[in-house]
């Protein structure tokens, strides 16, 4: 029996994606555009967040290469047979899957999207994803073509926001909201991390699955920090249990359609020693200021120098651990980041409409020094044409968030 290589399967029928057919070809447009800018008759896109972004389909790649080809008249994703027909069904283009019978059946099935079309002489790849071994393979195929890095160009396209993205990002700002609630309910001296943050994301999955019926389901996730495990924003829930005088950092993330975004605020339990209320405050006075600060046609790295200015004068500037925040869109923990929208000293970015951005100071005090932690607030902000809009409303500081359950 000869198994084939690659093939097509349309088993079942599309399903409804989390955008409009509209907003994906306005997506690939853009993205051919970029292409005739650069002279590019092909792109080869294997991100998890570009191939999302532009078709739809969020893919599970267990070690296995997954990608999206886009020539000037042609977009197909490509896929494990491992998948069968689920990227079809939740890709709004063509798609083609390759076997595991032969080694390098993935790039059997590039060329083969392209066909008896003339073999492309220029080619754009994410050189901030690709792996080399994938970029030689590629080479090999491709002998005459000439690759260039897009990676950069995609960023940016994806930076500005539709009205349709900022549609699901601020349907996720109310949901981590609702997360949020339900961590601070589960609030108790005894309880342990680990059951809180089951329970904040458990209330945001069903949210979730309740708001987008038609939606997969995966990657919401709370982290819920303690004591000492709140030094580090990203530090994973453990099963410490909770004592009264904790410092706390609740942190929801609910995710729709690969889709960020995420509430962070710090939080005491049944009471706050005098330590840490000044530097809770501290940090609570630079969130209010770069709240502010966060307008059309404000710089980034300007915003960052303003702010560690005020908390140079509030004694705490060295306690800073990380930049004031970032982009929304489609990002997650595990793939995807603007790094051209960031709220750093070393980014010159400009803000401007339909962006979303995050203000998230942070300051983290040592074991051994008064008022020792980590503090953060983190909101979301959609930059409009005079001003921005705030879209989480759950309230930070010690007057709404020293817990006495």
């Known amino acids: 029996m000869e198994r084939p290589d690659f093939f097509e399967l349309k088993n079942g029928d599309k399903v409804k994606l989390p955008f409009s ?24 896109l294997t991100s998890m967040h570009n191939v999302a972004y532009y078709t739809g389909f969020i893919y599970c790649s267990f070690g296995r290469p997954y ?15 491992i998948d069968a027909s689920q990227p079809w069904r939740r890709s709004h283009c063509d798609n083609v899957i390759y076997t595991d019978w032969k080694r390098d059946n993935f790039l059997r099935a590039i060329v083969s999207i392209i066909g008896r079309d003339e073999p492309p002489k220029n080619i754009g790849l994410e050189y901030d994803n690709i792996t080399i071994e994938m970029r030689d393979k590629l080479g ?44 601070v309910k589960n609030i108790t001296e005894g309880n342990t991390e680990i059951e809180v943050a089951i329970a904040g ?21 709370v982290w819920f920090q303690s004591g000492i495990n709140t030094d580090g924003a990203h530090n994973p829930k453990t099963n410490r249990k909770l004592t ?9 993330f609910p995710m729709i359609s690969g889709y960020y975004t995420a509430l962070e605020r710090t939080l005491f339990l049944d009471h706050a020693d005098d330590a840490s209320y000044k530097a809770w405050e501290a940090n609570v006075k630079v969130h209010k200021r770069g709240l502010e600060l966060i307008k059309p046609g404000a710089k980034c790295s300007n915003i960052c120098h303003e702010l560690n200015e005020l908390f140079a004068e509030l004694g705490y500037l060295q306690y800073r651990t990380f930049g004031y925040g970032h982009s929304f869109g489609m990002l997650s923990h595990f793939y995807g980041r603007e790094a051209g929208l960031e709220l750093r000293e070393d980014i010159d970015t400009v803000l401007e409409e339909n962006m979303v951005v995050s203000m998230e100071p942070m300051i983290m005090i040592p074991e051994g020094n008064p008022g020792s932690g980590g503090y953060r607030e983190h909101d979301i902000l959609v930059i409009g044409k005079n001003g921005a809009e705030n879209i989480t409303k759950f309230p930070f500081g010690p007057e709404h968030n020293i817990i006495k359950n």
């Open 67 to 81: 990608g999206c080809i886009v020539t000037k008249n042609k977009i197909s994703t490509i896929s494990a047979n």
């Open 244 to 252: 009264k005088g904790d410092i706390l950092s609740l942190n929801t």
């Open 201 to 221: 994301r458990d209330k945001m999955e069903r949210e979730i699955a309740k708001s987008y019926p038609d939606a997969e389901y995966m990657d919401t996730w």
């Open 21 to 44: 057919k509209q907003e994906y070809d306005q997506r690939v447009n853009k993205l051919r555009s970029v292409m005739d800018k650069n002279n590019l008759d092909m792109v080869i």
């Open 140 to 183: 090999s195929i491709f002998t005459f073509s000439v690759f260039s890095d897009i990676s950069k160009d995609l960023m940016k396209l994806r930076m500005i926001k539709s009205n349709e993205e900022i549609e699901i990002i601020k349907n996720g700002a109310r949901i981590a909201d609702i997360g949020g609630e339900e961590i």
